[in-house]
């Protein structure tokens, strides 16, 4: 009876954080500057797919065992990093890079953006797309806001810096450190054709992300679904 109650207990917590989610997601595509939310098979004949992507690396604690899980799985990802983390730990960035990931920016320090300044915005956008191009040979055309919030007085500057915002599908609020479990019922509440998942790095966050990460995956291959890379430009 106790086990039945907080199972009850524990998808209601994940119900209503789905449909919060779902509220900030619609409220996002009406406010917030055009960008790319996921995309489905455009062709009938091809098989579903979803975007498997990572926000606030690199980090030690998780992106040398991502990139090996991914490896396992023969797939690749899209890794949002920030450009402060890039300086800290170059080693990691060009690894994301030579195992044929995406690299999308994700500021330079994390800050809100619609709290920024149009010079602060610039030095956050720019420095960012520098340190990645210096470290790889390849600048990001992709730029995911921090928080989900950003104003469209951003887009003049995305657009000069060559960037696209990529917002979200599936983001199971894993930066509350749920754990893993709820994590993975969240996302694959959400999967669907196209659906754009989102999970975090970062030290407090390692166990977590590295487990509900390879749940995901097998989960969505078994259930026939392909992992594709985010690739649009502005």
Not at 71 to 76: A, R, V
Not at 94 to 122: C, D, M, T, W
Request: charged share 20%; hydrophobic share 40%; proline share 6%.
């Amino acid at each position: 009876m106790r086990n039945a109650i907080l199972e009850g207990a524990d998808e209601l917590m994940c119900r209503v954080s789905n449909q919060k989610i779902d509220l900030f997601t619609q409220l996002g595509k009406f406010v917030l500057p055009t960008g790319y939310w996921g995309k489905a098979a455009a062709n009938e004949q091809r098989d579903p797919h979803v975007y498997m992507t990572f926000d606030d690396g690199p980090h030690p604690a998780t992106t040398p065992y991502l990139l090996e899980l991914l490896e396992q799985n023969g797939m690749h990802a899209t890794f949002f990093l920030i450009g402060a983390n890039c300086a800290r730990y170059p080693e990691l960035v060009r690894a994301i890079h030579e195992a044929g990931h995406v690299i999308g920016n994700h500021s330079y320090n994390h800050l809100p953006v619609s709290f920024l300044s149009a010079k602060q915005l610039q030095h956050e956008l720019q420095s960012t797309n520098e340190i990645i191009k210096e470290i790889t040979g390849t600048t990001p055309t992709m730029f995911r806001p921090p928080f989900g919030i950003m104003d469209q007085r951003a887009t003049g500057c995305l657009k000069d810096n060559g960037l696209t915002p990529v917002y979200w599908s599936a983001a199971p609020e894993d930066w509350l450190i749920p754990g893993s479990h709820r994590v993975i019922r969240r996302v694959m509440w959400k999967v669907t054709d196209g659906t754009l998942i989102v999970l975090h790095e970062g030290g407090l966050l390692a166990g977590q992300t590295i487990t509900a990460a390879k749940e995901i995956i097998y989960r969505c291959k078994t259930l026939g679904y392909q992992f594709s890379k985010v690739n649009v430009s502005a």
